[in-house]
């Protein structure tokens, strides 16, 4: 059974620092990985999609990664802003199947302090 | 706006009462995901059509719940007889997966947030 987590479950930061949130699953069987932003009491924005056969995705100052042999991603967050405060959650679509339902973690709450 | 639509974006409802959330896609997508999210958590898989056929039910699904997608567009998720453990956001998501474009990345609605007194 697939298992996503993230890490660290909180981060707060100083505008201006480059970051790191963390992604792992369990399961290397994977169809894609998505990053997501979701504000507060918000629906889910998509930031970056990353296809099990490619190594990374860049976007503006985002830039994610993927390590589909060690069940890894990673977003980085160049020259953070306090608008990038939100929730970050990673989601697997796995492979069992053909509905490429999601699996998620429980996302990563960023603070980047002005 | 061409983005997934979904109404309403509040529902406040007491036990027992019957509840239906109306999700509309993006127009030329032919897949339909539901979610749900409770505070604090990852959303969880509800269910799924591709077209208008409901191809997966999530075990969390339980009776009470009934999904539609009658003509392959718009797609509805009723709840039945509301329990308070019933509060969350329910999210919808639509896709686009065909021979030609295999990434079916995956685009989300607002959410109906639900309360159940």
């Known amino acids: 059974k697939q298992e996503v987590t993230q890490i660290p479950a909180a981060l707060s930061v100083p505008e201006g620092e480059n970051l790191v949130l963390n992604c792992s699953f369990t399961?290397?069987?994977?169809?894609?990985l998505q990053w997501f932003r979701q504000d507060p009491g918000k629906g889910l924005t998509s930031l970056l999609l990353?296809?099990?056969s490619q190594r990374e995705q860049t976007s503006g100052r985002l830039n994610a990664s993927l390590d589909k042999s060690s069940g890894r991603s990673t977003l980085y967050i160049a020259a953070s802003q306090p608008g990038d405060s939100a929730t970050y959650l990673c989601?697997?679509?796995?492979?069992?199947?053909?509905?490429?339902?999601?699996?998620w973690g429980l996302g990563t709450s960023l603070a980047v302090n002005p | 706006d061409t983005g997934v639509s979904q109404d309403p974006r509040h529902k406040i409802t007491k036990r027992g009462q019957n509840v239906t959330f109306r999700c509309d896609p993006i127009?030329?997508?032919?897949?339909l995901y539901w979610y749900r999210q409770t505070l604090g958590q990852g959303p969880e898989f509800l269910t799924y059509?591709?077209?208008?056929?409901?191809?997966?039910k999530s075990r969390l699904l339980s009776d009470r719940f009934s999904a539609e997608r009658p003509k392959g567009s718009f797609s509805t998720l009723e709840i039945q007889r509301t329990e308070q453990g019933d509060s969350a956001m329910y999210l919808c998501?639509?896709?686009?997966?065909?021979?030609?474009?295999?990434?079916?990345?995956?685009?989300f609605g607002p959410g109906t947030r639900l309360t159940v007194l």
């Open positions: 989601a697997v679509s796995g492979g069992a199947g053909n509905n490429r339902k999601l699996i």
């Open positions: 990353i296809q099990s």
């Open positions: 399961d290397s069987a994977i169809y894609n």
């Open positions: 127009s030329e997508h032919n897949r």
């Open positions: 059509f591709q077209n208008e056929a409901q191809l997966e």
């Open positions: 998501a639509s896709s686009l997966a065909n021979s030609g474009r295999a990434y079916n990345e995956q685009f």
